[in-house]
């Protein structure tokens, strides 16, 4: 029983032991004492007065291990060195490297790299910058950029602290698409000067992915550096949650036999996702959209000073309804939550239209338990990965900026995000199709290809394609 509690984290204790014939068995009188179970120990370091031992301990979370490791310190002859689990180990110096494509093995392939020969292409890329994009990086390279004010659900942690989560975005860049990825964490929360620093290492880049930064600077932000560079600029935590969920939602209609035209969508949580996630629905056809926050209802009864508030006044809420989400969720067909965990209650779902449709996407813990949601929904989906239908920008933004790439798009817009949830939602076919199937695996090699391939028709299509047009059928 204490191991089926236990397993859901794994901490490593580096102790340094007094050498005694009783310390270690201090060290798992403790540890079973707070219900951890040793699961492997591994010695270090031996000398004549003390050993260094690594104890692997399953515990329950994070908070108990820090309880164990204070009993530990407490201890005479104990002394705790370092506590680490495998996702700690996994990021020692950093989780990404830069890798030469091409070995330098002799004089003259040192001169063909750099000087002298390089200046050949420099020269060539002074007279004519676009080739910067054949002849450097930029053609397949992204900068992953935060000033680490909204990061996941932690909040502003600032630039060093997003560090890891950049990281990873960009380690998700190469594996999943093959797009060379860069993460840049800016330590200024002004948005003129982060404005400005982009746009300054642009030149070095073919596209810009925008991330964990705080609502509304980021919609400025955006919108700038959109207006301002000649290159895709992509706010994922906006748009990348946002084509993900559409994709899902036509697959949820298709299966309770709902037209989006028809829906009453009810949206709680209105900065950068919320807001994004509307925009979305609303150029797919969907007509009648309600945002809730703290608030209440946003209507055009109230002067906002959030202008992204007042603009989603204007836009949505066809009724110009007022209340609370109990008011405006009575017979909605859709709930979609990027606000926090307890705003959906059972009472609201079972006021909801037949067949309803959740998407409660809060992280970690979403506006309600899914388990005490199931018998009152007919589709459920989370941000989470252990549940069915995870809402996850990964089947997104990686193969966006892929097709945005490969024809050289000067931006990502309405029309490629809008052709990118179609593709996502289209390699679920009908067989596929369920309650617990409306949106493909990340892991799917079948997404990367099919979102690219739309993505660069809807780029030749707007005239955004900078690139010669050819058939981009085959793998790039």
């Not at 705790?80 to 990021?91: A, E, G, I, K, Y």
């Not at 892929?402 to 798009?409: H, N, Q, S």
Request: aromatic share 6%; proline share 4%.
């Amino acid at each position: 029983m204490a191991n089926e509690r236990t397993a859901g984290l794994s901490l490593i204790y580096r102790l340094e032991l007094q050498n005694s014939s009783n310390t270690f068995g201090k060290v798992a009188q403790i540890i079973g004492e707070e219900g951890g179970d040793i699961i492997g120990v591994d010695v270090v370091h031996v000398d004549k007065d003390h050993s260094i031992r690594d104890v692997n301990v399953n515990v329950f979370d994070r908070r108990h291990g820090k309880v164990i490791r204070e009993r530990l310190e407490e201890a005479e002859g104990i002394h705790v060195v370092n506590l680490s689990d495998r996702t700690m180990l996994m990021h020692l110096g950093g989780k990404i490297e830069i890798r030469s494509k091409i070995p330098v093995r002799n004089r003259d392939e040192l001169a063909r790299v750099y000087t002298p020969h390089v200046a050949t292409i420099c020269e060539a890329i002074h007279e004519d910058p676009s080739k910067a994009f054949k002849l450097t990086i930029k053609k397949n390279t992204v900068a992953v950029v935060s000033d680490g004010t909204a990061v996941l659900g932690l909040g502003d942690i600032g630039p060093y602290a997003a560090m890891p989560v950049m990281e990873g975005k960009a380690m998700l860049f190469k594996q999943f698409a093959g797009v060379d990825a860069f993460p840049i964490c800016l330590d200024t929360k002004d948005t003129e000067a982060i404005i400005a620093h982009i746009k300054a290492i642009a030149p070095a880049f073919g596209g810009i992915n925008l991330e964990d930064i705080s609502s509304p600077r980021c919609f400025e932000i955006e919108a700038r550096l959109k207006e301002e560079l000649d290159i895709p600029v992509f706010h994922d935590d906006q748009h990348g949650t946002a084509v993900v969920l559409l994709a899902g939602l036509m697959n949820a209609c298709k299966l309770v036999g709902k037209q989006l035209e028809d829906l009453k969508v009810v949206v709680t949580g209105i900065g950068a996702a919320g807001i994004a996630c509307t925009k979305m629905l609303l150029l797919a056809g969907v007509r009648n959209i309600m945002g809730v926050d703290r608030m209440g209802v946003i209507s055009r009864n109230h002067e906002y000073e959030n202008p992204m508030w007042q603009w989603y006044a204007e836009h949505t809420n066809p009724n110009n309804l007022e209340g609370t989400l109990s008011d405006v969720i009575k017979g909605a067909d859709v709930f979609i939550g990027v606000s926090g965990p307890g705003v959906l209650t059972v009472e609201h779902l079972q006021s909801m239209a037949q067949d309803p449709i959740v998407f409660a996407m809060a992280n970690p813990n979403p506006e309600i338990d899914p388990d005490v949601a199931a018998p009152y929904v007919r589709v459920m989906a989370t941000g989470r990965s252990d549940y069915p239908n995870q809402i996850n920008n990964l089947l997104c933004f990686p193969s966006i900026f892929k097709g945005a790439l490969d024809c050289r798009a000067s931006d990502i817009n309405e029309e490629m995000k809008l052709a990118a949830s179609h593709a996502i939602a289209s390699t679920v076919s009908d067989e596929e199709l369920s309650e617990h199937y409306i949106i493909p695996s990340v892991f799917n090699k079948k997404v990367v290809q099919a979102v690219r391939l739309a993505v660069i028709e809807a780029a030749y299509r707007t005239g955004v394609a900078r690139r010669r047009y050819r058939d981009y059928s085959d793998k790039q």
